[in-house]
């Protein structure tokens, strides 16, 4: 099983950039890097998922770099709302989702 | 339905006593999948159905825990004999299919909140 490791918690202020780093050393061929939200009280919501190099969407970007031992996740000007707990997971065989500790994002006014 | 739905939503049980938790996957999504989440912890996978088979039970914790999956639409997870520490948030996703290659969006519901005296 591919293992994720990522930062227990970080602090940001509102209209700051954030990157949230991932390591995945295990990652096979055939995996995909994918990031979920969670908001307290709510099932964790999928943000954006990439292979290799990067993608884009409305909400965040994934940077992937060659060796896809890491990845980073972007998130643009953040806001209150945006305090969550941010999982990398790797998807392996079967589709079975493993979910770490995750990320705490405290964003502040 | 628009989304993911479970019941109940909140759950109180005294420690012994046996507890049925349900899950509405969205219409149409093939494979469905129960996750625990302990208070401040990430998820442990318990079990995926596709269909109506289930073909990782892998993460079941104890024979305590069952579930099944029929029409190949609800789910219900059952816990027999409960236990203090199966007190956690039940959370329940499903995807449009499974595959070994690819990755399917899982789409989660609220989770039920079992609590065991």
Known sequence: ?109 | GAGVSQSPSNKVTEKGKDVELRCDPISGHTALYWYRQSLGQGLEFLIYFQGNSAPDKSGLPSDRFSAERTGGSVSTLTIQRTQQEDSAVYLCASSFTSGTSSYNEQFFGPGTRLTVL
């Open chain 1, 1 to 109: 099983l591919a293992k994720t490791t990522q930062p227990i918690s970080m602090d940001s202020y509102e209209g700051q950039e954030v990157n949230i780093t991932c390591s995945h050393n295990n990652i096979a061929t055939n995996d995909y890097i994918t990031w979920y939200q969670q908001f307290p009280s709510q099932g964790p919501r999928f943000i954006i998922q990439g292979y290799k190099t990067k993608v884009t969407n409305e909400v965040a970007s994934l940077f992937i770099p060659a060796d896809r031992k890491s990845s980073t996740l972007s998130l643009p000007r953040v806001s209150l709302s945006d305090t969550a707990v941010y999982y990398c997971l790797v998807n392996n065989a079967g589709n079975m989702l493993t979910f770490g500790g995750g990320t705490r994002l405290m964003v502040k006014p």
